[in-house]
T-cell receptor, first 112, second 110 residues
Framework: TQLLEQSPQFLSIQEGENLTVYCNSSSVFSSLQWYRQEPGEGPVLLVTVVTGGEVKKLKRLTFQFGDARKDSSLHITAAQPGDTGLYLC????????????FGKGTLLTVNP | DVKVTQSSRYLVKRTGEKVFLECVQDMDHENMFWYRQDPGLGLRLIYFSYDVKMKEKGDIPEGYSVSREKKERFSLILESASTNQTSMYLCASNSGYEQYFGPGTRLTVT
């Protein structure tokens, strides 16, 4: 059972467009992280959200944690080719001894 | 900055060989993890360790073993490599909920 569903699976857009990717679950998570992974590299942590309803901004990236702590979204404004990569969400469930549950990711391509 | 290093970026091994993948972290983290990443399947946890000499099976431990003799080093062992173990292997460490990944080892078993 995939506990974290990410959508869309693939996304190809032009430079300058806006986009939103989603991470949904039927389970409650004590915290949720977003990572970006470039080809041939390991994932790099972008942000951690902890509180239901929390919104965090990282330059052109806006992350939101759902009120019920079951879902999250990542919005990118004015996408650039450097934003290209695999975006992964990962959640920690209470009592999990810091083990993460990962979604399968959204592969974003931003064309110049 | 946290640094997690892996011994090889690319590795090619033959079926039946014993394979060692090494991971070192420099931030004194308690927890270390080994994942494999395959297209369409995402990251799957193989094993993790929460202290020296302590280990716990993840979701897909079959065909793998691990060793953690020192806090900073966590090794993944493929006892007898098979072609279905061709994959990207990622090591991570954490202190708290946030994980820090190494660059990965692309293993091909022929």
């Amino acid at each position: 059972t995939q506990l974290l569903e990410q959508s869309p699976q693939f996304l190809s857009i032009q430079e300058g467009e806006n986009l939103t990717v989603y991470c949904n679950s039927s389970s409650v998570f004590s915290s949720l992280q977003w990572y970006r992974q470039e080809p041939g590299e390991g994932p790099v942590l972008l942000v951690t959200v902890v509180t239901g309803g929390e919104v965090k901004k990282l330059k052109r990236l806006t992350f939101q944690f759902g009120d019920a702590r079951k879902d999250s979204s990542l919005h990118i404004t004015a996408a650039q080719p450097g934003d290209t990569g695999l975006y992964l969400c990962a959640g920690v469930r209470g009592g999990s001894n810091y083990k993460l549950t990962f979604g399968k990711g959204t592969l974003l391509t931003v064309n110049p | 900055d946290v640094k997690v290093t892996q011994s090889s970026r690319y590795l090619v091994k033959r079926t039946g060989e014993k394979v060692f993948l090494e991971c070192v972290q420099d931030m004194d983290h308690e927890n270390m993890f080994w994942y494999r990443q395959d297209p369409g399947l995402g990251l799957r946890l193989i094993y993790f360790s929460y202290d020296v000499k302590m280990k716990e099976k993840g979701d897909i431990p079959e065909g793998y073993s691990v060793s953690r003799e020192k806090k900073e080093r966590f090794s993944l062992i493929l006892e007898s490599a098979s072609t279905n173990q061709t994959s990207m292997y990622l090591c991570a460490s954490n202190s708290g909920y946030e994980q820090y990944f190494g660059p990965g080892t692309r293993l091909t078993v022929t």
